[in-house]
């Protein structure tokens, strides 16, 4: 009997402190956390682990710098936070890397500005990465040979995080760690239906593969199941305060344009920013951000023209 075929067993007919309903990086680490402290957990997935978004990461692990221009202190107080935590937390696997910004014609700040900005950034994150490093033209060419530096009033390097591993990689860590501590997971398991009677919640569940329906009860169900968030509260005519809004990021992957471990930003005609990220042996270009209506969405010939052109 497979593991899979064993935590099916357990799932039917079982009794659980939490339901968690989705194993992408939010239901992940929800059941190691509840698990590691004593919970009976339940995770399941209608697809696989980190089967949707939390494998079309473009791994970085950055406090909100972007954030800064809007004036959202708190905001990058808070991300600057995570990301020092996760650095600390997970040596191996959330690294430092530098973010070499280069300042042409089209960029929307003076060089100034954006030093200062970067300080700033450097300093809500309590100084916790290197330094930012204003540079010349010249030793952005020196650096980075592939930078045409024509045009451009130098740049600057300022330092966020990055995950080393594969993002799908890593959330799966999380919910080995919940099952070796007793949590019962199994993917390709859909929530069809879930009812509170007296206090506790009776969901009823569905072998993807199978077609065979599994029943348990659970005290606390957690939604987890990220961009089909809403959907799934829909079922159970919950209502929340806010709501998913879904936005689309296209990356262009090729062939390692440079052997440095670092993320080079750019802003294009529109000021709109854009990075060359590196991920092993190839480059990832990207990323747009376009609003969508639906999670499931696909690559558009504007979204290819923002990367190419």
């Known amino acids: 009997m497979t593991l899979r075929e064993t935590n099916l067993d357990k799932l039917d007919g079982g009794s659980f402190d939490v339901l968690i309903v989705g194993g992408g990086i939010n239901g992940a680490v929800s059941a190691a956390a509840l698990s590691a402290r004593g919970a009976s957990v339940a995770l399941i997935d209608r697809g696989d682990f980190a089967g949707f978004t939390s494998q079309e990461s473009s791994n970085l692990v950055w406090g909100?710098?972007?954030?800064?221009?809007?004036?959202?202190?708190p905001l990058v107080r808070?991300?600057?936070?995570?990301?020092?935590r996760l650095m600390r937390a997970y040596p191996a696997n959330v690294k430092e890397?530098?973010?070499?910004g280069v300042l042409g014609e089209t960029a929307p700040f003076p060089p100034w500005v954006v030093g200062v900005g970067a300080f700033a950034y450097w300093g809500i994150g309590n100084f916790k990465t290197n330094a930012p490093r204003p540079m010349s033209p010249e030793t952005i060419e020196r650096i980075e040979p592939i930078i045409n530096t024509v045009g451009t009033a130098g740049g600057i390097e300022?330092?966020?995080a990055y995950l080393k591993d594969n993002d799908a990689r890593f959330v799966f860590s999380f919910i080995r760690s919940a099952m070796d501590v007793g949590a019962v997971a199994a993917n390709?398991?859909?929530?069809e239906n879930a009812e509170r009677v007296?206090?506790?919640?009776h969901a009823e569940l569905r072998d993807c593969e199978s077609g065979m329906p599994i029943n348990l009860e659970a005290k606390v169900v957690v939604n987890a199941a990220g961009p089909f968030l809403d959907g799934l509260n829909k079922t159970w005519n919950t209502h929340t305060r806010h709501q998913i809004v879904y936005s689309k990021g296209v990356h262009l992957v090729v062939d390692q344009l440079t052997p440095n471990e670092r993320v080079l930003a750019f802003f294009d005609d529109?000021?709109?920013l854009f990075y060359v990220i590196p991920m092993g042996n190839r480059s990832v270009i990207g990323t747009t951000d376009t609003r969508v209506d639906d999670p499931h969405t696909e690559e558009i010939e504007s979204d290819r023209d923002f990367l190419l052109e």
């Not at 909100?64 to 202190?73: Q, R, S």
């Not at 808070?78 to 020092?84: G, Q």
């Not at 007296?198 to 919640?201: F, V, Y």
């Open 97 to 100: 890397i530098g973010f070499l």
């Open 64 to 73: 909100g710098i972007k954030y800064l221009e809007n004036y959202e202190f």
């Open 188 to 191: 390709y398991v859909e929530l």
């Open 198 to 201: 007296k206090g506790n919640w």
């Open 270 to 272: 529109d000021q709109r």
């Open 78 to 84: 808070k991300l600057c936070m995570s990301r020092n």
């Open 158 to 160: 300022y330092a966020d």
